[in-house]
């Protein structure tokens, strides 16, 4: 019973590194993430009109994350979704953009960013 039960903990835990594997995720604390609210209701729209993007998948761990430190506004955000539901491969142009990780950021200037991102890291990167 006991090699059973080591089985299904093995098993379990196969499963998340493989599913959480292709995301990035490097938060510090949710509180350095977060202060959302003031900062990211307007923080969205000005990121998608300088020209920020910003590449996820709907099954990513970090993705979710990420789009939950952006509350509300996360609809204002440019988001190219690189995966239909149920299904994990890419689409097209997130191949042709080389994606690697999600979620992953791209700036103005095509230099990337893999993995989530605070709202003071966004707003630092919008003023450089």
Known sequence: MDKI???H???LISALVLV???CSLQ???INDLSNTGQVGSSLAGRLTEAGFKVYTAWWCSGCKFQKQVFGDDWDNINNIECSEPSVR???EICKEAGIKAYPTWEFPDGTRHEGVLSLPELEQK???
Request: charged share 20%.
């Open 9 to 11: 903990k093995v098993i």
């Open 126 to 128: 919008l003023v450089e």
């Open 89 to 91: 491969s890419q689409k």
């Open 5 to 7: 039960k080591s089985f």
């Open 20 to 22: 959480l594997g292709g």
């Open 27 to 29: 938060p510090n604390t």
